[in-house]
């Protein structure tokens, strides 16, 4: 018969083997619900990540409508800019001699042309009016200039006796008198663009 061992307790009982087992479920839960939370926390990293993101990627397109709408006011609305870039493109890299020398020749064109409608006007000649329009509405939107093209191509219907939209038909009258403030108009557009391409070539 071999020799009993001292340390060797005795057999555990039921109601231990039942409280170890309750331990061990407890700790698996309790690794377990360490894991999930561990998880959690990666995803709320994660959407607070993307969210962070959406949010500057949202700032960022909100400024570029800003900026270009700061562009836009340089000139009131004066300038085509892409127009008015493609004229630059021809320059030089060191100077802009070549588009200043093209816009210079334009003020002269136009202010004669000015002075040619002043002079057509005292009959008037809706005709040569109408004309006039045309010729200078070509030049000034070869350079951008949206505000003078715009009111030439009126000059261009309400000589043919037609409305601004060249559609419906309109008496001398109303056409002279139409003529007469347009004109007035056009000068003042003429001036500011004059004054942001003196400027501008200025610099």
Not at 100 to 110: G, I, P, R, T
Not at 115 to 133: C, H, I, Q, V, Y
Not at 178 to 194: D, F, G, P
Request: hydrophobic share 30%; charged share 30%.
């Amino acid at each position: 018969m071999p020799p009993s061992n001292p340390t060797q307790g005795p057999p555990p009982t039921a109601e231990a083997q039942e409280e170890k087992a309750g331990s061990s479920s407890s700790a698996a839960k309790s690794s377990d619900q360490d894991k999930g939370n561990a998880s959690t926390s990666k995803v709320a990293e994660t959407k607070a990540g993307s969210t962070s993101q959406a949010t500057e990627t949202r700032a960022e397109s909100q400024n570029e409508p800003e900026a270009e709408e700061e562009e836009e006011e340089d000139d009131n609305g004066i300038i085509d800019h892409t127009t008015f870039d493609q004229l630059l493109e021809m320059d030089d890299e060191e100077d802009h001699e070549f588009s200043k020398s093209l816009v210079f020749n334009y003020f002269e064109q136009a202010e004669k042309t000015f002075g040619e409608m002043d002079e057509a006007m005292k009959t008037p000649d809706f005709a040569n009016l109408s004309r006039l329009g045309h010729f200078l509405k070509g030049s000034s939107a070869a350079l951008g200039l949206i505000k003078v093209r715009e009111s030439c191509e009126k000059l261009q219907y309400y000589g043919n006796r037609k409305d601004a939209s060249g559609i419906k038909d309109i008496t001398n009258d109303e056409a002279k008198d139409l003529i007469e403030n347009l004109l007035v108009t056009m000068m003042e557009e003429y001036n500011e663009a004059k004054t942001f391409l003196t400027g501008f070539y200025a610099e």
